[in-house]
């Protein structure tokens, strides 16, 4: 809660910041028309908010969907407002809070478009400002549009040897470098936490891959993007070949991890990736993984810049990691997410309408960025949400009391300064707080609201009460639909991936390596992982509600559920490379166990459903995904039971 997150200083973001809504804000001032000024700068501000590190791409979608699903969201605040009655936003904040929290169940990107949509509208129904409705929503998109620009001219400097794509090669690169961590771990106590940052940068190469295919303006350059296209796919190879080293939990010799580092370096360059160590294989893994090696070296060699490229029907499609089962509004996660946000809102801005006639805004605006299920644990939230707040508030009225007002040109520098800390203040969430809030108070003090600031604080108080006491409700703060959709989602990815590369023939002269629907739903499998990861953290963070005497271990869920991908990626891999397929009895019984377990993880184990049964003998790997699915339903059917480690594989 107190934790203060390690990152470089994002200076250009910060130059980015400062001169996004301060310059807005001034602008509309010095023209006339103050309201457009602000919510111009207000969409500015929203923008810098998700203004990350990555590719300008990444930064295009990640800034321009929650704009453009903010401006919808003001658009319709504004339209009600306009034609109803100052109750109706009770219930369209109910409807619009139901989506948003449903739409946060599918993504980061999706919850902060969700965020934005959700915020936008009730800023568009309660704040006072002159303008008919598309006036408002375009000076709102157009500030986000003014951040988007300067994210596209403003970029981190590069060196002179810095190439095209560098920031898609530098997320290649880093999945080469994060291999070469893990192997130099394996079979170690980090080896776990090594594989999970290596899936991680294997995702955000996928993603900025995907968007640069997508994408294509700026700076499309003929057939480098797919020669970097191609390497990631030998990266993918040597990934799935690590994890099936992790699997046998042997370690390797250290100049095993040199030849990732050359290829690292090779990816940085557009060079080849020079002389790689010996393959000295000893087992099928390790067999497997010097292979993938080999052939990333030819790979890299076709590749390299100036030689000639393969013809475009004998070039390897790169996989993705959509799996198809992303969660949508109407699974139960998105139920519960919906139902949980729209609840709070609503309630606060009952309460709200109940307090002021104008102005009411404040409440179901906090409510919204404190109860986002996705965003951390709820009680912590509020803690720094309001401790954030107050000093946000002090900060502004020092600065009142010591200048003894703020004229135009004040708040203009103001919002300059705070604008450029935006960036900076991601790193906590009571920083980032402090910081909004004299970016807001300083929005509502030009719109015309000069005493707004004690008001602010008591509402705040008034919000996190009211979200403390909604959001722990029996049917909004159920952690087994939280953590448990997320699981389930993990086991059936999980099933569909065996089930494709078991269930069908042998490849006749290929590999599992060229199969790119085989690799993309073993990525998906991987990215639910994350995704049930970072869900089971939070709910072990949560304060203890109705559901407190039923908590599962979802830490040891989680390792399990790693476990299970884990022996599944090596069952693949094993086949593969010459190891007897298993029988149709053995691979039937498997997938029928994950699909059974991911369907009683669903419904929180409300209906009864049979243990899985005893593993094949003649396949260790899937014997391990069974004695591992064991673990799952011991750990989320009873209140006690022994962890999973990675100790209780049963390997004879």
């Given amino acids: 809660m107190t934790r203060l997150r390690r990152a470089p200083v994002p200076r250009t973001a910060m130059v980015r910041g400062a001169l996004g809504a301060g310059p807005l804000l001034g602008a509309g001032i010095a023209v006339g028309q103050p309201g457009a000024g602000v919510l111009a700068a207000l969409g500015a501000m929203l923008a810098g908010v998700n203004d990350r590190p990555g590719t300008r791409r990444k930064g295009l979608v990640h800034i321009g969907l929650p704009a453009a699903a903010g401006s919808l969201g003001l658009l319709v605040g504004a339209l009600v407002a306009d034609a109803t ?23 980061g990107v999706w919850s902060a478009a969700a965020l934005q949509m959700l915020v936008a509208t009730t800023i568009g129904m309660g704040m006072p400002l002159a303008g008919p409705a598309w006036l408002k929503a375009l000076c709102f998109l157009s500030g986000a549009g003014w951040l988007v620009v300067l994210r596209l001219l403003l970029r981190t ?20 470098d994060a291999l070469a961590d893990a192997l130099g771990v394996l079979g170690g106590p980090g080896a776990p936490a090594a594989r999970r940052a290596l899936v991680a940068a294997q995702q955000q190469a996928d993603e900025a891959l995907r968007l640069m295919r997508l994408l294509p303006w700026p700076r499309r350059t003929g057939g480098a993007d797919l020669g970097l296209a191609e390497r990631f796919g030998a990266g993918v190879a040597l990934c799935e070949a690590s994890i099936a080293l992790l699997w046998e939990g042997r370690p390797v010799p250290d100049t095993v991890a040199e030849g990732p580092r050359r290829l690292a370096a090779a990816v940085r360059s557009g060079g080849p990736a020079g002389t790689l160590p010996s393959p000295r294989p000893d087992t099928v893994e390790r067999l497997a993984f010097d292979r993938a090696v080999l052939e990333a070296a030819v790979v890299f060699d076709r590749t390299t810049a100036g030689a000639h490229p393969a013809p475009i029907s004998e070039r390897p499609r790169t996989p993705g990691t959509d799996s198809g089962l992303r969660p949508g509004l109407f699974t139960p996660a998105g139920r519960e997410y919906g139902l949980r946000v ?4 609503s309630v606060t801005a009952a309460v709200a309408l109940l307090l002021h006639e104008d102005h009411w805004y404040w409440l179901p605006a906090t409510a919204a960025f404190l109860v986002k299920p996705d965003m951390g644990p709820l009680f912590s939230r509020v803690v720094n949400r309001f401790a954030g707040t107050v000093a946000g508030v002090l900060a502004f009225v020092g600065l009142m009391a010591a200048l003894g007002g703020l004229g135009p040109p004040l708040v203009v520098a103001a919002v300059v300064v705070a604008g450029a800390l935006v960036p900076l203040s991601t790193r906590h969430f009571a920083f980032q707080t402090a910081v909004i809030t004299v970016l807001v108070l300083s929005f509502v003090h030009t719109a015309g609201d000069t005493e707004a ?29 939280r953590a448990g959709h997320r699981f389930a989602v993990t086991l059936r990815c ?17 590999g599992q390596r060229s199969d790119v629907q085989g690799l993309a739903l073993r990525g998906a499998a991987y990215r639910a992982l994350a995704e049930a990861r970072a869900a089971a953290e939070t709910v072990a963070a949560e304060l203890p509600g109705p559901f407190g005497g039923r908590r599962h271990d979802w830490s040891a869920v989680t390792v399990a559920a790693e476990l299970v991908v884990d022996a599944a990626t090596a069952c693949a891999l094993r086949v593969e490379n010459g190891v007897p397929r298993p029988s ?26 049979p243990a899985p049964g005893p593993g094949p003998r003649d396949c260790r790997s899937l014997r391990d995904v069974m004695t591992q699915l064991h673990g799952i339903h011991r750990l989320t059917t009873a209140g006690h039971a022994e962890p999973a480690t990675a100790g209780s594989l049963t390997r004879p």
Avoid at 500 to 507: E, G, N, R, S
Avoid at 586 to 609: K, P, Q
């Fill in 494 to 510: 999980t099933e569909r991936f065996l089930r494709h590369v078991l269930d069908a023939p042998d490849p006749a002269g290929g």
């Fill in 85 to 107: 009655g100052r109750w109706a936003a009770v219930p369209v904040l109910f409807l619009v809070g139901w989506v948003s929290g449903a739409l946060s169940a599918r993504g």
């Fill in 453 to 481: 600031a004690a008001s602010r604080l008591l509402e705040t108080f008034l919000a996190c009460v009211i979200v403390l006491l909604v959001g722990h409700l029996p049917l909004v703060a159920d952690p087994r639909v």
């Fill in 342 to 345: 729209a609840l709070c809102v």
């Fill in 157 to 176: 400097p590069r060196s002179r040897s810095a190439m095209r794509w560098s920031g898609e090669r530098e997320a290649v690169a880093t999945v080469f």
């Fill in 584 to 609: 149709s009895g053995d691979v039937e019984r498997v997938t029928t166990a994950l699909s059974v377990l991911a369907d009683a993880l669903e419904d929180g184990h409300r209906t009864a459903r």
